[in-house]
C-alpha cells in the first residue's frame, strides 16, 4: 500500500476563516511533507517533518501553520489566508529524511483550496 | 541553489512518434526521479535512478541518468494518447530528501 490519503479533497474559504487540511499514512513512513502548487507550476516545497519534527520550513507565512501530531498524521492550519493562497496542496511522505537508496516521496491526492 | 531545467516544457505529438525529454540540474546529484501528473490530480513515481549510466524502462516509457553530464533522459517510445500528461523530473539534496522539481514538461499525444 503506497497510499497517501488527503482531506478534504476541494475548500473553499473566506480571508477570515480557519481551516486545517489533513493528511494520512499507513507506510510507516517518518518525513512528511507539504507542497504548494499552483497551476501549471511544479510543486514548491513548504515544510518537511522529519520523525515528527519539523526540521524544514521554507519560509512559509504564518498564516500557514503545520502540525504533525504522530508518524501517521500530518496537518496544516490555514487562518488569515490571502487569494494568491489558492492552489493545490499536496502532501507526500517517505521512508525518512536520510539519504537512503531509492528514496521515493509518494504524494497525495491533493486538496484544491480557494480562498474568496 | 539547485537548479533544474526540464525541455521542452510542451510536447505535441502523433500517437506512434517517439521523442525525448531532458533533465538537467546545475549541481552534483546522484539520484533524480520521475514522475507524471495527470490534470488536476496528484504525483505518480515513474522512476528512481541512483546512479551514473542507470537506465530503466516501464512500458513505453525509458529513463536514463548521466551524472557527469548532470543530464537525465525520459524517451518516449511510439507514443500513445494515455501518455499525455505533465512529466516532472525532480533532483535531492542532502541531508534532507528535499526535492527540486524541474518546471515540467507537458506532453499531449494526439490520436
Known amino acids: 500500500d503506497t497510499e497517501v490519503t488527503q482531506t478534504p479533497k476541494h475548500l473553499v474559504m473566506g480571508m477570515t476563516n480557519k481551516k486545517s487540511l489533513k493528511c494520512e499514512q499507513h507506510m510507516g513512513h517518518r518525513a512528511m511533507y507539504w507542497y504548494k502548487q499552483k497551476a501549471k507550476k511544479p510543486p514548491e516545497l513548504m515544510f518537511v517533518y522529519s520523525y515528527e519534527k519539523l526540521s524544514i520550513n521554507e519560509s512559509v507565512p504564518s498564516r500557514f501553520s503545520p502540525e504533525c501530531p504522530n508518524s501517521s498524521l500530518l496537518n496544516l492550519h490555514l487562518h488569515a489566508l490571502q487569494p494568491e493562497d489558492s492552489a493545490l496542496y499536496l502532501c507526500a511522505s517517505s521512508h525518512s529524511t536520510m539519504r537512503q537508496v531509492g528514496d521515493i516521496q509518494y504524494f497525495g491526492a491533493g486538496t484544491r483550496l480557494s480562498v474568496l | ?27 552534483t546529484s546522484d539520484r533524480l526521479y520521475w514522475y507524471r501528473q495527470d490534470p488536476g490530480k496528484s504525483l505518480e513515481s515513474l ?44 533532483v535531492d539534496r542532502v541531508p534532507f530528501n528535499k526535492f527540486y522539481f524541474g518546471s515540467g514538461t507537458k506532453l499531449n499525444v494526439k490520436p
Open chain 2, 1 to 27: 541553489e539547485l537548479k533544474v531545467e526540464q525541455n521542452p516544457l510542451f510536447l505535441s505529438m502523433q500517437e506512434g512518434k517517439n521523442y525525448t525529454i531532458y533533465c538537467n540540474y546545475s549541481t
Open chain 2, 47 to 90: 522512476f528512481v535512478l541512483l546512479s551514473n549510466g542507470a537506465v530503466k524502462q516501464e512500458g513505453r516509457l525509458m529513463a536514463s541518468l548521466d551524472t557527469k553530464a548532470r543530464l537525465s533522459t525520459l524517451h518516449i517510445t511510439a507514443a500513445v494518447h494515455d501518455l499525455s500528461a505533465t512529466y516532472f523530473c525532480a
